[in-house]
C-alpha cells in the first residue's frame, strides 16, 4: 500500500472518529459531559451477609413507617393481600377500587439497601380476577410481575435483593394492566440507603392518581369504569392519596413552626404527569425522580411522572394553612387533587406579616 493512499486511509479514520464524537458515540455520559454515576456491574456486586429476619412495618397513607436504625442487611417479610372493594371516592361518589390490603394507595414498604425481602402476596377469594405485583424495585424481569401472579383464593411468595436505594412506585401488572392501574393498584416501596436519609421531623407518604369515571364529577352513587375516557386521558377525578378531600379537613397533616417536613410523594398515574407544588412553601431539597442524591434547591414546583415518585423536604417558618395542589389546576380545584398541611406555633412578621392599607 502507497504512502499517500495510507496518509487519506488515516485521515478518513479521523474524521470518522470525530464525527462519531460529536454525536456522543463512544462518551461517557450526554453532551459529552463526563458522568461520575458509575454503573453497576452485574458480575461485581458483592451482596451483604443477612443477619436475622424481621416483618415489615407497612403504614397506610399519610403515615409512613419509622426510619431503619440497624447497620445491616436482613430479611424482610412483607405482606400483602389484593382486595376488591366498593367505597367511597368523593361524597356521595362511590366506586369499586382494585386495592392492595384494602386502601388507595396500597401500604407504604420501608426497607434497606442490601436488604433480602420475602414478598407474600395473596389475592382475596372474594376478588374477581388474578393479579400480581410489579415493584421497580426490582431487578429482573417484570419487576416480579412474572412470578407473582396469583388467582382468587390464593397465595403466592417470591423474594428480591433489595440493591439499589431510592424511593420506587409499585403496581400490579396483570393484563389489561392500565385497568388495574386505573382501579388504585399502586404504591410506594423506599429503599432507604446503606446510611439512612438524613433525619427530618416529620414524614408523610402523598401519592396522586386519576380515576375514570362513567359519571361525571360529582355525579352520586356507584360508578363504574369507564375505558374510552381512560384511553382519551380525561380523568373525572385526579386525587391525592384515593380519594377527593383525603387529607383536609381532620385529614390534614400536621407539623409545628420550626419542623422539617419530607414528603414522599407518588404518582401511580395511569396517564397524567404531576405538577406538585405546595402553596405557601418552597422545596428546600428535591430529590428528583425518587434518586437518593438531592437534584436540586429551593424549588417550587416539581414533576412526578407517572410510575414515578419524588421527595421534597422543607422547613417550615409561619404557621398557617398550607395547600397541596397538582398545579394543573383544574385538576386541583375542580377534581380533587388538594391536600392540606396545617402548621401550629408562634407568628413570625419578620417573614410574613399583614400591612394595613395607607
Same mark, same amino acid.
Not at 410506594?188 to 407518604?205: Q, R, S
Given at each position: 500500500?502507497?504512502?499517500?493512499?495510507?496518509?487519506?486511509?488515516?485521515?478518513?479514520?479521523?474524521?470518522?472518529?470525530?464525527?462519531?464524537?460529536?454525536?456522543?458515540?463512544?462518551?461517557?455520559?450526554?453532551?459529552?459531559?463526563?458522568? +461520575?454515576?458509575?454503573?453497576?456491574?452485574?458480575?461485581?456486586?458483592?451482596?451483604?451477609?443477612?443477619?436475622?429476619?424481621?416483618?415489615?412495618?407497612?403504614?397506610?397513607?399519610?403515615?409512613?413507617?419509622?426510619?431503619?436504625?440497624?447497620?445491616?442487611?436482613?430479611?424482610?417479610?412483607?405482606?400483602?393481600?389484593?382486595?376488591?372493594?366498593?367505597?367511597?371516592?368523593? +361524597?356521595?361518589?362511590?366506586?369499586?377500587?382494585?386495592?392492595?390490603?384494602?386502601?388507595?394507595?396500597?401500604?407504604?414498604?420501608?426497607?434497606?439497601?442490601?436488604?433480602?425481602?420475602?414478598?407474600?402476596?395473596?389475592?382475596?377469594?372474594?376478588?374477581?380476577?388474578?393479579?400480581?405485583?410489579?415493584?421497580?424495585?426490582?431487578?429482573?424481569?417484570?419487576?416480579?410481575?412474572?412470578?407473582?401472579?396469583?388467582?382468587?383464593?390464593?397465595?403466592?411468595?417470591?423474594?428480591?435483593?433489595?440493591?439499589?436505594?431510592?424511593?420506587?412506585?409499585?403496581?400490579?401488572?396483570?393484563?389489561?394492566?392500565?385497568?388495574?392501574?386505573?382501579?388504585?393498584?399502586?404504591?410506594?416501596?423506599?429503599?432507604?440507603?446503606?446510611?439512612?436519609?438524613?433525619?427530618?421531623?416529620?414524614?408523610?407518604?402523598?401519592?396522586?392518581?386519576?380515576?375514570?369515571?362513567?359519571?361525571?364529577?360529582?355525579?352520586?352513587?356507584?360508578?363504574?369504569?369507564?375505558?374510552?375516557?381512560?384511553?382519551?386521558?380525561?380523568?373525572?377525578?385526579?386525587?391525592?392519596?384515593?380519594?377527593?378531600?383525603?387529607?383536609?379537613?381532620?385529614?390534614?397533616?400536621?407539623?409545628?413552626?420550626?419542623?422539617?417536613?419530607?414528603?414522599?410523594?407518588?404518582?401511580?398515574?395511569?396517564?397524567?404527569?404531576?405538577?406538585?407544588?405546595?402553596?405557601?412553601?418552597?422545596?428546600?431539597?428535591?430529590?428528583?425522580?425518587?434518586?437518593?442524591?438531592?437534584?436540586?434547591?429551593?424549588?417550587?414546583?416539581?414533576?412526578?411522572?407517572?410510575?414515578?415518585?419524588?421527595?421534597?423536604?422543607?422547613?417550615?417558618?409561619?404557621?398557617?394553612?398550607?395547600?397541596?395542589?397538582?398545579?394543573?389546576?383544574?385538576?386541583?380545584?375542580?377534581?380533587?387533587?388538594?391536600?392540606?398541611?396545617?402548621?401550629?406555633? +408562634?407568628?413570625?412578621?419578620?417573614?410574613?406579616?399583614?400591612?394595613?392599607?395607607?
Amino acid at each position: 500500500m502507497t504512502r499517500p493512499l495510507l496518509l487519506v486511509l488515516a485521515a478518513v479514520a479521523v474524521i470518522v472518529l470525530v464525527g462519531l464524537t460529536a454525536f456522543g458515540v463512544g462518551r461517557s455520559s450526554a453532551d459529552g459531559v463526563a458522568s +461520575d454515576v458509575a454503573f453497576a456491574e452485574t458480575a461485581e456486586i458483592t451482596l451483604p451477609e443477612i443477619v436475622g429476619q424481621e416483618t415489615a412495618v407497612l403504614t397506610q397513607a399519610p403515615n409512613v413507617p419509622p426510619p431503619i436504625d440497624r447497620d445491616y442487611a436482613s430479611r424482610v417479610v412483607v405482606e400483602m393481600e389484593t382486595v376488591e372493594l366498593t367505597k367511597e371516592l368523593a +361524597d356521595g361518589v362511590e366506586y369499586t377500587f382494585w386495592t392492595f390490603d384494602g386502601e388507595v394507595p396500597g401500604p407504604f414498604v420501608r426497607v434497606r439497601e442490601g436488604d433480602l425481602v420475602e414478598f407474600h402476596l395473596a389475592n382475596a377469594a372474594s376478588s374477581t380476577v388474578p393479579h400480581n405485583i410489579d415493584l421497580h424495585a426490582v431487578t429482573g424481569t417484570g419487576g416480579g410481575a412474572e412470578i407473582s401472579l396469583v388467582v382468587p383464593g390464593q397465595e403466592t411468595a417470591f423474594e428480591f435483593r433489595a440493591i439499589k436505594p431510592g424511593l420506587y412506585v409499585y403496581h400490579c401488572a396483570t393484563a389489561p394492566v392500565g385497568l388495574h392501574v386505573a382501579n388504585g393498584m399502586y404504591g410506594l416501596i423506599l429503599v432507604e440507603p446503606e446510611g439512612g436519609l438524613p433525619p427530618v421531623d416529620k414524614e408523610f407518604y402523598v401519592m396522586q392518581s386519576e380515576f375514570y369515571t362513567a359519571g361525571a364529577t360529582g355525579e352520586p352513587g356507584v360508578q363504574p369504569f369507564s375505558l374510552e375516557k381512560a384511553r382519551d386521558e380525561e380523568p373525572e377525578y385526579v386525587v391525592f392519596n384515593g380519594r377527593v378531600g383525603s387529607m383536609t379537613g381532620e385529614d390534614a397533616l400536621q407539623a409545628s413552626v420550626g419542623e422539617t417536613v419530607r414528603l414522599f410523594v407518588g404518582n401511580g398515574g395511569p396517564n397524567l404527569t404531576s405538577s406538585f407544588h405546595v402553596i405557601g412553601e418552597m422545596f428546600d431539597r428535591v430529590y428528583g425522580e425518587g434518586g437518593t442524591a438531592v437534584s436540586q434547591g429551593n424549588v417550587q414546583t416539581t414533576g412526578v411522572p407517572a410510575g414515578g415518585s419524588t421527595m421534597v423536604e422543607f422547613l417550615v417558618d409561619v404557621p398557617g394553612r398550607y395547600t397541596l395542589v397538582d398545579h394543573a389546576l383544574f385538576r386541583a380545584f375542580n377534581k380533587g387533587a388538594v391536600g392540606l398541611l396545617e402548621v401550629s406555633g +408562634d407568628e413570625h412578621p419578620e417573614i410574613l406579616s399583614r400591612v394595613s392599607a395607607l
